[in-house]
C-alpha cells in the first residue's frame, strides 16, 4: 500500500471549513485513499473513501486530485466535536479484508 | 454505521496476572478480526489478524505465547494478555469487517499493569 504525508496538526475556528490534506505520491491506479479520524480515547471511526472521483457523505466531502496523487478532506463546518487525529490511509482494495496501517496523523483542534 | 463493541473498557491488573479483552461485531458477521495496540501520543501499531475457525497471524515482534488470540466464531475474538508486566499497559483496539464493506472499529481497552 502507498505511502501518506500529512501534516502533523492543524487549527480550525468553529463553523468554519476544515481543509486536510493528503500526499500520496505513490498511489497507484488500484489503490483507494480511506480517511479516519480518532478522537481521544476512543477507537478510530470511518468517515470517507475513494478511488478517482469526488465523494460525499452526511460528515465529509473528499476532494482527490486528478492525478490521484493528493486529496483533501473537508469538513464543511467544524464543530467543537471534530476536534482528533485524522488519518489518511491508501489501501489496495476496496472492502475491509486487510489490515490498515495508520501513519501519525494530522491532529485537528477546532477553536471556539 | 456497523457496531463493534469491545469488553473491558478499562481493566487494572497486577503484574503476573492473564487479562481477557473480548471483541464482538453486533450486527454483522466477520470473517477477519484486527488487533491493534497504541501507546500514548503515537499511532495505532497492529499486532495480529485473527481469522475465523483458524490461527491468528502476528506481525513481526509480536509474541504469540503471549498475546493469545481465538476468533471462536464470526461475531466473537478475544484477545488475552498473559503474565502482563508493566510495559503491557497501552489501549487495545479491535476492528472487524467483511467484503466490500469498510471495516470498523471498537471503542477500545485501556489495560492498566500495575
Known amino acids: 500500500d502507498a505511502k501518506t504525508t500529512q501534516p502533523p496538526s492543524m487549527d480550525c475556528a468553529e463553523g468554519r471549513a476544515a481543509n486536510l490534506p493528503c500526499n500520496h505520491s505513490?498511489?497507484?491506479?488500484?489503490?483507494?485513499v480511506y480517511w479516519y479520524r480518532q478522537i481521544h480515547s476512543q477507537g478510530p471511526q470511518y468517515i470517507i473513501h475513494?478511488?478517482?472521483n469526488n465523494e460525499t457523505n452526511e460528515m465529509a466531502s473528499l476532494i482527490i486530485t486528478e492525478d490521484r496523487k493528493s486529496s483533501t478532506l473537508i469538513l464543511p463546518h467544524a464543530t467543537l466535536r471534530d476536534t482528533a487525529v485524522y488519518y489518511c490511509?491508501?489501501?489496495?482494495?476496496?472492502?475491509?479484508?486487510?489490515?490498515?496501517?495508520f501513519g501519525s496523523g494530522t491532529q485537528l483542534t477546532v477553536l471556539p | 454505521g456497523a457496531v463493534v463493541s469491545q469488553h473491558p473498557s478499562r481493566v487494572i491488573c497486577k503484574s503476573g496476572t492473564s487479562v481477557k479483552i473480548e471483541c464482538r461485531s453486533l450486527?454483522?458477521?466477520?470473517?477477519?478480526m484486527f488487533w491493534y495496540r497504541q501507546f500514548p501520543k503515537k499511532s495505532l501499531m497492529l499486532m495480529a489478524t485473527?481469522?475465523?475457525?483458524?490461527?491468528?497471524?502476528?506481525e513481526q515482534g509480536v509474541e504469540k505465547d503471549k498475546f493469545l488470540i481465538n476468533h471462536a466464531s464470526l461475531t466473537l475474538s478475544t484477545l488475552t494478555v498473559t503474565s502482563a508486566h508493566p510495559e503491557d499497559s497501552s489501549f487495545y483496539i479491535c476492528?472487524?469487517?467483511?467484503?466490500?464493506?469498510?471495516?470498523?472499529f471498537g471503542p477500545g481497552t485501556r489495560l492498566t499493569v500495575t
Open positions: 505513490t498511489i497507484s491506479g488500484n489503490e483507494y
Open positions: 485473527s481469522n475465523e475457525g483458524s490461527k491468528a497471524t502476528y
Open positions: 490511509i491508501v489501501l489496495g482494495s476496496a472492502g475491509s479484508a486487510r489490515q490498515l496501517t
Open positions: 476492528s472487524a469487517g467483511r467484503a466490500g464493506a469498510e471495516q470498523y
Open positions: 475513494g478511488l478517482k
Open positions: 450486527d454483522f458477521q466477520a470473517t477477519t
